[in-house]
């Protein structure tokens, strides 16, 4: 531990630089430029300045890898966040073109329920599918709701505006729906505003397709263009006596093609449904109103 004498020396080796500071300064202040004390400070500056243009250039390097690490990481963050931001967007977008194309459904639906060809005796049921199960012999789908809902066996169902098939099996909370498109089914229709009768069934050798119908069994003579409407009979259509499960009326398709030696031999023509049986999203099933 310092004694006492140790202790005031060093206070006056203080003191004594910085008086001697103090004095420096003072002259350095009040001297020209070309004075002594402004001579030293060039001759230290020249001595000292290449010396930091050495030590300035050995550690470039090194702070432009620091510089180019931070930077990195700067780059990484703000490119993944971009990524976050895009994906995000993706998101939205989807999101926004399914309720686009949800609400274009749901106005088919309801210009339907609103349009005069709406029976009056039916109450619809919308539902939303849950299920798709398309294949070459059979095209069917699920919907969520079922015998809880009103929904039984045979009613006709609808999307788009349009028939799209009917009720084949109801379980309590869902039903199963066997589109115009499947091999099994058949419909009474007509040709709108004629009286030109036929069934309505797959094309392609009775494979489920969603491009091709067939107005089958017509017998009339009456002209049959192509774009004329095909809608429900509401009649029991004979040789095959099917019977039309549905109220007349309803849109099926338009006339695609009408082929006069087909006709003749055959008596079918080709129809193209209304409904896109592939993007089947949302159906209404029309049960009774009283049953």
Same mark, same amino acid.
């Given at each position: ?20 500071? @103090? ?5 350095? @202040?009040?001297? $020209?430029? +070309? ?22 250039? %050995?550690?470039? !390097? ?6 180019w690490i931070g930077d990195s @990481? ?14 995000? &967007? ?10 686009? %194309?949800?609400?274009? #459904? ?25 299920? %798709?199960?398309?294949?070459?012999? /059979? ?5 969520? #709701?079922? +015998? ?13 505006? &349009? ?7 109801? +379980? ?11 091999? +099994? ?6 040709? %709108? ?8 069934? $797959? ?5 489920a397709g969603a491009e091709d119908?067939?107005?089958? /069994? ?47 031999? /055959? ?5 193209? !449904? ?15 109103? #009283?049953?």
């Open positions: 531990m310092p004694n006492r004498k140790q202790i005031r020396r060093r206070r006056l080796t203080a003191l004594g630089l910085i008086v001697a500071s @103090f004095l420096a300064l003072t002259i350095y @202040f009040n001297e $020209t430029t +070309s004075g002594a004390l402004h001579t030293i400070q060039r001759g230290a500056m020249e001595v000292v300045s290449p010396l930091q243009d050495l030590a300035s250039g %050995a550690i470039k !390097p090194f702070r432009d890898l620091v510089n @990481f700067d780059a990484k963050s703000e490119n993944e966040e971009l990524k976050r931001n895009l994906q995000d &967007a993706r998101i939205q977008a989807a999101r926004l073109q399914q309720a686009d %194309a949800e609400n274009e #459904k749901l106005r088919a639906l309801l210009d339907f329920n609103e349009s005069d060809v709406f029976p009056s005796d039916r109450k619809p049921v919308t539902a939303r599918v849950i299920v %798709a199960s398309p294949t070459e012999w /059979y095209a069917r789908v699920t919907i969520d #709701k079922g +015998s809880t809902s009103g929904i039984k066996v045979n009613q006709p169902v609808i999307a788009d505006g &349009a028939l799209a098939g009917k009720v084949t099996t109801v +379980s309590p909370h869902a039903a199963q729906v066997t589109l115009l498109t499947d091999s +099994s089914s058949g419909v009474a229709g007509r040709i %709108a505003g004629k009286n030109i009768l036929g069934i309505v069934k $797959t094309g392609a050798g009775g494979r119908l067939q107005l089958a /069994y017509v017998r009339e003579r009456g002209e049959i263009r192509v774009g004329h409407m095909v809608v429900t009979s509401g009649t029991v259509t004979e040789p095959t006596e099917v019977e039309s499960l549905f109220p007349a009326g309803i849109p099926i398709g338009e006339i695609s093609r009408v082929d006069s030696e087909e006709r003749q031999l /055959y008596g079918r023509v080709h129809l193209k !449904p209304f409904v896109d049986m592939r993007d089947i999203q949302i159906v209404q099933v029309l049960t009774k109103a #009283k049953d």
